[in-house]
């Protein structure tokens, strides 16, 4: 299903004017998804399809029956809180909406009159969790990510030797997953320093960043069933941002031998909006190991994932400290990567979270890991942008930092953008770390 | 809420004659929850309490309006599919249900007629997940398990420093958890002997079994609000047991440096019913922490929790071959324990869980970790059952095992009892393997 159709068509344009200016994340070939209400309402969350700065909205358009066949039904499980239902009705009946819908949103479209009343302008809305999301994993797929992090938890033994084989991964929290927006509090916990005699549970002063991606699944799997790595986009249902923020003295006292657990678990941020896997196509690239390395084992290894399993997406983590914003200052970048280094694809990730039989489930969301690419300007959390916090981080106002301070908001972005394609953007990811509660 | 009052009272009898037999687990003073149906049935699930060999209908009970107040409003919510509705309505809820449960189901209660409609016999039903489990944490609360295990994994350096200092846990997968008495394939993965050049992935050779309870949580914390101590029970619904089947083969070459992943998630099994942690009130006991070891941190400790945060709840396993079976050989009893003998109390692990501000919710799932015993013979999983495989147990019928073989059913049972308290049990939880998928 992610072969290049007429939805890709760099020449569209669409009534909706603001989806055809010059940088827009959302055109009409993107269409991502999310769950949105008009804000500060009591309206009940539906799901939305972003284009220009408009939402259209699934369950005025569902009600309006002016879909058919596939398309409608799609529109109608779109009319939901969340997007499980429409994630678990497949690829084939996500196309067909998609087709539809871009179909309905172009220029000269037979439909602006009617849809017209179906737009939500986004500044007028607030967003939810776009899906239920049962079960988080947290992949480890930037080889660069896992070098760096490695030299410093375990200098004489960077890179664990199952690396090169396995796409490392574990389960993560889904409770404290939230949506772009929410504020959350510094955590508390426990750390030792490595010359104390015994642990002591304050704030975390070694606040960090992890910038990924997360692959939002669309179609289960039964307990039990594998998923083929031929098989395993058909279960992919989109990508949005993810923040893993990591708490980096909570983490090394806590982690072995069972993986890291409330370094992790009291705040994870998303992206709003969801971009299909259909609207990436256009991006899709060749993933090519590095000499020497050893090929993937067949259960992780086909022609197509060789030769267009990668994406090429470009990443940014933009900071505004509390003071730039008191000045109005903008938020400034700090680092910026691109998903087409990571080492482990997609397809991958799902195939081996499958092969033992384990069931995923619509809404299931698999995160990338930490996404830094080959040189350390290209570094996606502080942990290695500072060495460790040993190099603080220049900001054009005098500031700087190592480890994030209280009130300093975080933005993720994403988009993706080459000759003969249209670019489209996964919008932002934002979070604001407040103040540890008092001790 | 878990003072003893006129439910413990061990000379209570039932109207429901099989709830008054020697040695019946699910006698008035028990009173556990479950998820059934009719078995082969259209009917929905709802929720129902184990009372002799009945299930008390829930939803039938809510029809009838019999109940006041908190007691009806908890069986409304009894009447739905699963209990995290019911779970979410705290303690007070919980123990009003419970006193007109008991009231309701004594000898010479007036209820006895109109309520005997609302009983369905165990021998006629099927049973569901009793909540659905939106996210899973394994803990490690057995210090002989972490020692056991240590030296196997890590021969110079068994029990870690921080074992004494933190309930260590991680996150597991909640969609591959299912209820006792569904078969599940032996999962295939990566492994890779200590001499070879490369991993393989075969169906795993070194299949464990790990004897767990399992925590329900009830009453949910904000994001950003930890649970202190002394209201942790508070949040704890009850108690299941719980096999984490492991492939122990799997394990050690995919859990450095994040923790297990696909050794763990290919089924877990838990039985149908929930034990209250009211229920378990007569079977508290103190933990006195062994000479010499450090007193738990301030967040970790409390009078109530060093007096009465353990609990006195015998456990055992039971193994039938597939060669015992086709004989009409019984299960045999291959180890037993207590649960007594934890290093870190259910109370513990909800504050460890949410000192970071983690959010809990109603039908979240806290594993124990597999509960050993101080000796050997008290271990609670193959690997130290065997010595890592190396002492096979010796079966009545000639066979032996190291580890489990295709066909092997796994049979987890776990009770209270102590004289001048009536003894409660949990039922069953039952899990048979079989042959992997073809490869």
């Known amino acids: 299903m992610s072969m290049l159709n007429e939805t890709h068509d760099p020449a569209l344009q669409s009534w909706v004017a603001s989806a055809n200016v010059a940088g827009c994340d959302f055109p009409i070939q993107n269409l991502p998804f ?24 699934l369950k005025a358009l569902a009600a309006l029956g002016a879909l058919q066949g596939e398309a409608q039904r799609a529109a109608e499980a779109g009319a939901q809180t ?8 497949g690829p084939q009946v996500w196309s067909a909406l998609r087709l539809a819908l871009s179909r309905g949103l172009r220029t000269g479209a037979a439909q602006q009159g009617v849809w017209q009343a179906c737009l939500v ?61 929410q504020p959350f509090k510094r955590p508390v916990g426990q750390t030792k320093a490595p010359d104390a005699a015994q642990p002591t549970v304050k704030a975390s002063a070694r606040m960090d960043i992890e910038l990924e991606l997360g692959v939002f699944i669309g179609t289960s799997n039964a307990l039990g069933d594998p998923v083929a790595i031929t098989e395993a986009e058909d279960h992919v249902f989109g990508l949005c941002l993810l923040n893993d923020w990591s708490a980096r003295d909570i983490q090394p006292w806590e982690y072995q031998p069972l993986g890291p657990f409330l370094a992790k678990n009291f705040a994870s941020h998303i992206s709003p909006w969801i971009v299909t896997m259909e609207a990436l196509a256009p991006y899709r690239t060749a993933f090519v190991r590095p000499e020497g390395d050893p090929q993937p084992l067949p259960y992780l290894n086909s022609a197509h994932n060789r030769e267009a399993g990668a994406l090429d997406i470009h990443l940014a983590v933009d900071l505004q400290t509390s003071q730039m914003r008191a000045a109005g200052d903008k938020p400034v970048q700090i680092t910026s990567t691109n998903y087409r280094h990571a080492y482990w ?20 969301l ?74």
């Open 366 to 439: 698999l995160g990338t890991g930490t996404l830094s690419g080959p040189s350390l300007d290209q570094a996606a959390a502080l942990i290695e942008l500072t060495t460790g916090g040993k190099n603080p981080i220049s900001l054009p106002n005098g500031e700087t930092r190592t480890w994030l301070e209280d009130g300093d908001s975080i933005v993720l972005r994403g988009w993706c953008e080459k000759p003969g394609a249209a670019r489209i953007g996964f919008g932002e990811c934002e979070g604001t770390l407040l103040p540890a509660r008092k001790l």
């Open 34 to 57: 999310a769950s949105f209400k008009r804000k500060g309402s009591s309206e009940a969350l539906r799901c939305g399809v972003a284009i220009g700065d408009q939402i259209l909205d």
């Open 121 to 181: 302008p986004q500044a007028e809305a607030e967003f939810g969790l776009p899906a239920r999301i049962g079960d988080y994993t947290d992949f480890y797929t930037s080889i660069y990510h896992a070098t760096n992090i490695g030299k410093q938890f375990r200098p004489d033994n960077p890179l664990l030797p199952n690396y090169q084989w396995i796409p490392i991964g574990y389960h993560g929290r889904s409770s404290s997953i939230v949506v772009s927006g």
């Open 345 to 364: 694809t997609v397809a991958q990730m799902v195939a081996h979270h499958t092969v033992g039989g384990c069931n995923l489930q619509p809404g299931d």
């Open 82 to 89: 969340q997007l499980n239902t429409l994630m678990g009705l």
